[in-house]
């Protein structure tokens, strides 16, 4: 094992104490759960025998497959890196790691990693709750895992421009709306127009096209490729503010 590897394996076991001694990150972790307990009770009491139907079925499973992950992503993914990162400016635990030459990409990684992990366990257990077919499962928890990097990597960014956790406090709401925006595409084709730009946009689309069976067609590209472009276009910014913060330093 190369020091690059130990670094990051340092930085995961950190990270992944860091959260599970924090309530309210954990709290972040079982709201999805609840949440989708509820969506499930709600859908099945409003829907009727309409949900039996194929038809039904489909149009069910790709909104809640799309909510759950999205739920998920919003709020472990989010909350998990946003206040993980600004409670280590607060108690300057992130410029003692920049003094002892930990690089950005090390702490992205190792960050990324951990929040990656926590967010494919919750998206498990919500996946169990839909009652969507088990052969679905791995295509749901690929979508969901990269579908939530680009708002973990946005997260990052308002993390490392937060002062402390209350001035995260004050990113969070913002972030949590620009996440969950993509859940209220059916309203319209105006709506929808504008969310699937947004950062879980791609990952919306993708999990009504898995929905309908469609995930392998064409019309998978254009999603893809706005959760590409989120992926790099935040990764090179967190890079450029991340290597600001440690020359100020």
């Known amino acids: 094992m190369n020091a690059n590897t130990r670094k990051i394996a340092v930085l995961c076991g950190k990270d992944a104490r860091d959260i599970l001694q924090n309530p309210t990150m954990l709290i972040s972790c079982l709201m999805p759960i609840g949440f989708m307990l509820l969506y499930r009770y709600m859908m099945r009491r409003i829907?009727?025998?309409a949900v039996d139907t194929s038809a039904g079925r489909t149009l069910?499973?790709?909104?809640?497959?799309?909510?759950?992950?999205?739920?998920?992503?919003?709020?472990?993914?989010?909350?998990?890196?946003?206040?993980g990162l600004a409670e280590e400016k607060e108690k300057h635990t992130l410029r003692t790691l920049m003094l002892a030459n930990v690089g950005a990409g090390q702490i992205l990684t190792a960050k990324l990693a951990v929040?990656?992990?926590?967010?494919?366990i919750t998206e498990?257990?919500?996946?169990?709750?839909?009652?969507?077919?088990?052969?679905?499962?791995?295509?749901?928890?690929?979508?969901?895992?990269?579908g939530a990097i680009p708002i973990m990597l946005v997260s990052a960014l308002?993390?490392?421009?937060?002062?402390?956790?209350?001035?995260?406090?004050?990113?969070?709401?913002?972030m949590l709306l620009v996440a969950i925006a993509p859940m209220f595409s059916m309203i319209g084709e105006e709506v929808s127009n504008v969310t699937r730009f947004l950062p879980t946009g791609g990952t919306d689309q993708l999990f009504k096209?898995?929905?309908e069976d469609r995930l392998l067609s064409m019309d998978a590209l254009p999603p893809v490729?706005?959760?590409?472009?989120?992926?790099?276009?935040?990764?090179v910014a967190f890079g450029l503010l991340f290597r600001r913060l440690a020359r100020d330093n």
């Open 60 to 83: 069910t499973d790709g909104f809640l497959m799309s909510t759950a992950a999205i739920f998920t992503i919003a709020m472990v993914g989010s909350m998990v890196l946003l206040y």
């Open 47 to 49: 829907g009727g025998d």
């Open 225 to 235: 490729a706005v959760t590409a472009v989120w992926i790099i276009v935040c990764t």
């Open 115 to 120: 929040t990656l992990a926590l967010t494919a």
């Open 124 to 146: 498990a257990v919500c996946f169990l709750i839909i009652g969507t077919p088990a052969r679905m499962l791995p295509a749901f928890l690929a979508i969901g895992i990269i």
């Open 158 to 174: 308002l993390g490392l421009l937060s002062r402390d956790q209350m001035t995260s406090g004050l990113y969070a709401v913002p």
């Open 209 to 211: 096209l898995l929905a």
